[in-house]
């Protein structure tokens, strides 16, 4: 297992809500990606956070934004629920552009 | 643009038989490449990496790929499958661009090991 820890684990939202999806990354690493893996598909990358600055951006709307903590520590916040959102959120954590290792992820369903 | 494809949506083999799961790249500049397994209902588990060096490169769980410049592929490769095997697998590459590392995931391969 990694060191990587992903809260909530499961999450049912209605469209037009606001969620929170947390990541705790593991010991020693300074970044943070987050990914969406829809049904059936890779993971996509939403964003990456180093040094508590967003980095590097994938094809994602601004409703999708983030923070990185002094402890590196991050969340991830989706504003204006629809329903294509409903997926698998993953965190991975690296030092710098080392591996990247992963959370179990957050199942969000939005309704 | 980087990209990965993996060919086969699923692939089925019999336990204690040799497994490929491919995988085929497209990249300018020197490829830096991964393999990632998931099984159900879980995060994604890093397997092993090529960046530079020998083209056989040895993973986790007996796992190993094999790196080939004028195929442009990158196929995961285990001796003896076990039924413990049996999840889904992603090839990824590295892309880097304006300070940030992403990786662009292929669409995954379905493997199942058939006791």
């Known amino acids: 297992e990694t060191g990587v820890t992903q809260s909530p684990t499961h999450l049912i939202k209605t469209r037009g809500q606001q969620v929170t999806l947390r990541c705790s990354s593991q010991s020693g690493h300074n970044t943070v990606s987050w990914y969406q893996q829809a049904l059936g598909q890779g993971p996509q990358f939403i964003f990456q956070?180093?040094?508590?600055?967003?980095?590097g951006r994938g094809n994602f709307p601004p409703r999708f934004s983030g923070l990185q903590f002094p402890n590196y520590s991050s969340e991830l916040n989706v504003n204006a629920l629809e329903l294509d959102d409903s997926a698998l959120y993953l965190c991975a954590s690296s030092y710098v552009g080392n591996i990247q290792y992963f959370g179990a992820g957050t199942r969000l369903s939005v309704l | 643009a980087q990209s990965v494809a993996q060919p086969e949506d699923q692939v089925n083999v019999a336990e204690g038989n040799p497994l490929t799961v491919k995988c085929t790249y497209s990249?300018?500049?020197?490829?830096?490449l991964f393999w990632y397994v998931q099984y159900p209902n879980r995060g994604l588990q890093f397997l092993l990496k090529?960046?530079?060096?020998?083209?056989l490169v040895k993973g986790s769980y007996g796992f190993e790929a094999e790196f080939n410049k004028s195929q442009t592929s990158f196929h995961l490769k285990k001796p003896s499958a076990l039924v413990s095997d049996s999840a889904l697998y992603f090839c990824a590459v590295l892309v880097t661009g304006a300070g940030s590392y992403q990786l662009t995931f292929g669409k995954g391969t379905k493997l199942s090991v058939i006791p």
């Open positions: 090529y960046i530079t060096g020998d083209n």
């Open positions: 990249v300018s500049g020197n490829p830096y």
């Open positions: 956070y180093y040094r508590e600055e967003e980095n």
